[in-house]
């Protein structure tokens, strides 16, 4: 009779595993079980990049949310109306500040992205 090395069980000599599943060989030997853990390596210092990247997108993201919802576009008119027969709005959309806001929300995507690629970017091999 021979015992199992992994549950203890006893088993036929003609027999190359036991009842519980557990395979096993003379010549290779189950290995025994750990009871410790690996040791944890500690955690890397976080790479530059990464960190830029992520202040890219938050400033970005900042951006985006001011151009697209923040920037005032009108301006105010100020016309004499003599005959009071109509009247002019006193604020009217600049074309000039559309384009601004605009330019300013795909400026923050721009920025935004180029942080996402800084964060996904492999680190560099030393």
């Known amino acids: 009779m021979k015992t199992c090395p992994q549950c203890q ?25 750990r009871t410790q853990s690996a040791p944890v390596a500690p955690p890397a210092s976080a790479d530059p ?23 005032d576009t009108m301006i105010e008119v100020s016309v004499p109306v003599p005959d009071h027969t ?15 806001r605009i330019i300013g929300v795909m400026v923050g995507l721009a920025v935004s992205l180029a942080g996402f690629v800084l964060i996904a970017a492999p680190s560099p091999k030393k």
């Not at 027999?15 to 189950?30: K, V, Y």
């Not at 109509?86 to 601004?100: A, D, R, T, W």
């Open 49 to 71: 990049r990464h960190i830029i990247g992520g202040i890219l997108v938050a400033l970005g993201i900042v951006l985006v949310a001011y151009f697209a919802f923040g920037y």
């Open 86 to 100: 109509y009247s002019l709005p006193e604020h009217v959309q600049n074309m000039g500040l559309e384009i601004n």
């Open 9 to 33: 069980k006893q088993i036929d000599d003609d027999l190359s595993s036991c009842q519980c599943g557990h395979q096993f060989s003379e010549a290779f030997p189950p290995t025994p079980l």
